[in-house]
């Protein structure tokens, strides 16, 4: 089996990002792209304690086969499934959903005093805000998980937006959490740079015409990306803002992350 290909800028089809073009905004994903969320949550338990939730709110079971894991892929399809029958604008229906969110929420919550961030996160970001740079971070988590790990790390003033699954917005690789911050930054779409670890981050980017970089801490999740035709791959935070100028110095590549929940 050919080795996982582990250097900052590996080869995939299409044109490459350049390293010095003007960024206006830099928006991240968070999970696997700025902190390791996922190994310190039980993805478990909120998955019984959801599909509970949602079986007492009458949802169709042939959701619950057709997604048998992945809480947020069972929120989004539920989601998806209110609002093609025209239905997610019903108040009733919903608050079903942010009850839904709210208790992948509480799991969220309980596991991210213990998130670190990924290599070079909380440089990148400093740096960014010390430049004047607006940066987001665009999430399927819920945004108060995203700024109570900002507080924790002392970082709450180096993102102006956080846009989560809490907006009630579709989820990625729907562009429309993407679209709102760049609307809240006021930046146009060809000024800014999008950098998730997912194929779905990478269709969200490029519905939109944005740029998308990858920060890749799994094998699989970087051999999707590369099949999808991803333009740049890096291990890290650092490593990235390493290539684009906004870090002084390249550090050694983030080891791969187990996959969870």
Same mark, same amino acid.
């Given at each position: 089996?050919?080795?996982?290909?582990?250097?900052?800028?590996?080869?995939?089809?299409?044109?490459?990002?350049? @390293?010095?073009?003007? #960024?206006?905004?830099?928006?991240?994903?968070?999970? !696997?792209?700025? @902190?390791? +969320?996922?190994?310190?949550? !039980?993805?478990?338990?909120?998955? $019984?304690?959801?599909?509970? =939730?949602? /079986?007492?709110?009458?949802?169709?079971?042939?959701?619950?086969?057709?997604?048998?894991?992945? !809480?947020?892929?069972?929120?989004? @399809?539920?989601?998806?499934?209110?609002?093609?029958?025209?239905?997610?604008?019903?108040?009733?229906?919903?608050?079903?959903?942010?009850?839904?969110?709210?208790? #992948?929420? *509480?799991?969220?919550?309980?596991?991210?005093?213990?998130?670190?961030?990924?290599?070079?996160? #909380?440089?990148?970001?400093?740096?960014?805000?010390?430049? !004047?740079?607006? %940066?987001?971070?665009?999430?399927?988590?819920?945004?108060?998980?995203? &700024? *109570?790990?900002?507080?924790?790390? &002392?970082?709450?003033?180096?993102?102006? $937006? $956080?846009?989560?699954?809490?907006?009630?917005?579709? +989820?990625?690789?729907?562009?429309?959490?993407?679209?709102?911050?760049?609307?809240?930054?006021?930046? +146009?779409?060809?000024?800014?740079?999008?950098?998730?670890?997912?194929?779905?981050?990478? %269709?969200?980017?490029?519905?939109?015409?944005?740029?998308?970089?990858?920060? $890749?801490?799994?094998? /699989?999740?970087?051999?999707? +990306?590369?099949?999808?035709?991803?333009?740049?791959?890096?291990?890290?935070?650092?490593?990235?803002?390493?290539?684009?100028?906004?870090?002084? #110095?390249? %550090?050694?590549?983030?080891? =791969?992350?187990?996959?969870?929940?």
């Amino acid at each position: 089996m050919r080795q996982e290909q582990r250097s900052g800028y590996p080869e995939a089809p299409g044109p490459r990002l350049p @390293a010095r073009y003007s #960024i206006g905004a830099w928006l991240f994903d968070f999970d !696997n792209t700025l @902190a390791a +969320l996922e190994p310190q949550v !039980n993805w478990a338990a909120s998955r $019984v304690e959801l599909e509970d =939730y949602l /079986r007492t709110q009458r949802i169709p079971a042939a959701l619950f086969r057709a997604f048998p894991k992945r !809480n947020l892929v069972l929120y989004e @399809a539920v989601r998806a499934d209110l609002q093609a029958k025209g239905l997610v604008s019903d108040p009733e229906l919903f608050e079903l959903l942010r009850g839904a969110s709210e208790i #992948i929420e *509480r799991h969220e919550m309980a596991g991210v005093a213990n998130t670190p961030p990924l290599q070079g996160a #909380i440089e990148l970001l400093t740096e960014l805000h010390a430049r !004047n740079t607006p %940066s987001a971070i665009v999430t399927s988590n819920s945004s108060r998980t995203v &700024r *109570r790990w900002l507080d924790l790390h &002392r970082l709450q003033a180096t993102v102006k $937006v $956080v846009i989560g699954r809490d907006s009630m917005m579709a +989820l990625k690789p729907d562009p429309s959490m993407l679209s709102r911050a760049l609307a809240e930054l006021r930046v +146009l779409t060809n000024d800014a740079l999008f950098i998730g670890d997912a194929a779905a981050d990478l %269709s969200a980017a490029r519905s939109i015409g944005l740029r998308f970089a990858a920060i $890749v801490s799994k094998p /699989r999740a970087g051999e999707a +990306l590369r099949q999808a035709g991803a333009d740049a791959i890096f291990n890290s935070p650092a490593e990235l803002g390493a290539y684009f100028g906004v870090l002084g #110095i390249s %550090s050694p590549a983030a080891p =791969y992350q187990p996959e969870r929940g």
